[in-house]
């Protein structure tokens, strides 16, 4: 940063700029595995005035901008590669409108999943995508996130309606409308979506809601093997019984979870399932798939209709990744998801879990298994070079199986930094295509250099 950038900005944010070591180190880090380095300053606006401002002073400059939000991002999306000032929304967090009648509501962009549903208590309205970090709602639009619910609700991509979006040299647009669909012209907002603050910094959301159900009824059940429960959820589908959510853990997840939360869930693959309907809906929906998953094999059958026992049951499953993290004390953890056609499932699962019985690291693997999507938690010691050689290598091995079966490298968790080597065998010519859109819309390469699309 050159001494007129940091002076312009300086008289811009006062005392909401700063150059300080330790916030510098504190957007320095994230959960993930991929090293960034500190930013130059630390930015913390209040307004979208402030923010086309402090772009409007980085292209003056040459200067690059990382937007930030919670720093739960899992493949360095929010590292600063090449210095420049990180923007910190968490000023910008505030709720500005809920309109009931439409089932939407507009947000500012540091504002966090579980605030929002907070505010919307009242109003018999949720927020649905829940990646179970806590994230905030900009990062998870801007890194396309979705979670437990996606098989019922969808993902950020289809929750966001429009957006509020600062270009590269500080120009305002809003994307997309209140109105429920719309054909005029090009999707401006889901370019924007999964962009990963490479095309412009969110300052506004406008959010789609679904009404809170009126009773809920939740279920873990155990399989012999990942097939009859990769079956089991296939049969659910297409009979049309609509799932909330439903989940996998593999026995090692399901060890290290029953370790952590003190449950004494059966250790064999395992389903979480949970249902949303009226009384007599989720009953006859309960129903229905307890006779599925019965001619499935299924054993160790329970039921958490009490909000308590569903609350501690889904505890446990957001908490998986610390418990899986107890299970090896002192390890770190490197975690990649991959995606792939629901009936290339259990295929792709159990290649990984034999990858890793074979290699010397424990990974414990999970996820979204109504729409495809696991994840692995490789678990290596701390400042052991082999054993994160050994991480990457299983982490690529899962990357190329996801694209052999037809699938994608991500399927939550983005690109960013870690997964960069892969876009090119993923979308092929597309993916210049995608360089090229940065190249129209920041052609000094500014917003979060280094990131997402082939290097300018």
């Not at 970090?133 to 429009?162: F, H, I, K």
């Amino acid at each position: 940063m050159t001494d007129a950038a940091l002076a312009a900005l300086s008289a811009l944010l006062g005392d909401r700029l700063t150059t300080a070591r330790g916030p510098r180190a504190e957007h320095a880090q994230s959960e993930t595995h991929v090293a960034g380095s500190l930013p130059d300053a630390v930015a913390f606006p209040e307004t979208t005035d402030e923010v086309a401002a402090i772009l409007r002073i980085a292209q003056a400059h040459g200067l690059p901008v990382i937007g930030w939000g919670a720093g739960t991002s899992l493949e360095g999306h929010a590292l600063a590669l090449k210095g420049g000032v990180t923007v910190d929304f968490a000023r910008m967090a505030r709720v500005l409108e809920v309109r009931p009648e439409d089932m939407l509501a507009r947000v500012q962009p540091g504002i966090t999943r579980e605030a929002l549903n907070t505010e919307l208590r009242a109003t018999g309205l949720f927020f649905p995508v829940d990646p179970g970090a806590n994230a905030s709602l900009g990062g998870m639009a801007a890194t396309r996130a979705s979670g437990t619910t996606a098989v019922r609700y969808g993902t950020m991509r289809d929750a966001v309606l429009g957006l509020e979006v600062v270009l590269a040299d500080g120009t305002v647009i809003r994307t997309g409308t209140a109105a429920p669909k719309s054909s005029a012209g090009y999707d401006l907002t889901a370019l924007m979506v999964g962009s990963e603050g490479t095309l412009g910094l969110i300052t506004e959301l406008t959010l789609r809601l679904h009404g809170q159900p009126e009773a809920i009824s939740a279920a873990s059940c155990g399989f012999a093997d990942m097939a009859a429960a990769v079956d089991c959820v296939i049969e659910t589908i297409q009979s049309g019984i609509p799932m909330a959510r439903i989940e996998f853990l593999d026995p090692a997840a399901v060890a290290a979870c029953n370790a952590h939360s003190g449950q004494s869930l059966p250790e064999t693959p395992l389903l979480l399932v949970e249902f949303h309907s009226s009384p007599a809906g989720v009953a006859e929906q309960a129903e229905r798939f307890g006779e599925i998953a019965a001619s499935h094999g299924s054993t160790g059958f329970r039921w958490a209709d009490r909000p308590e026992d569903r609350s501690a049951l889904w505890r446990m499953r957001h908490a998986a990744y610390p418990a899986c993290l107890a299970s090896r004390p002192g390890a770190t953890a490197v975690v990649t998801d991959v995606c792939v056609p629901i009936s290339r499932l259990a295929q792709a699962v159990e290649e990984t879990r034999a990858d890793i019985a074979a290699s010397p690291i424990p990974g414990p693997i999970l996820g979204h298994v109504g729409d495809g999507n696991f994840h692995a938690i490789l678990l290596i010691e701390k400042d052991n070079p082999t054993e994160a050689a050994e991480a990457s290598r299983l982490a690529a091995r899962m990357a190329e199986r996801a694209l052999r079966l037809g699938g994608t490298v991500t399927g939550e968790h983005g690109i960013g930094i870690g997964k960069l080597g892969y876009m090119q065998a993923e979308h092929g010519a597309g993916w210049a295509v995608m360089g090229a859109l940065k190249r129209a819309l920041d052609p000094q390469d500014i917003l979060n250099p280094g990131k997402l699309v082939p290097p300018q």
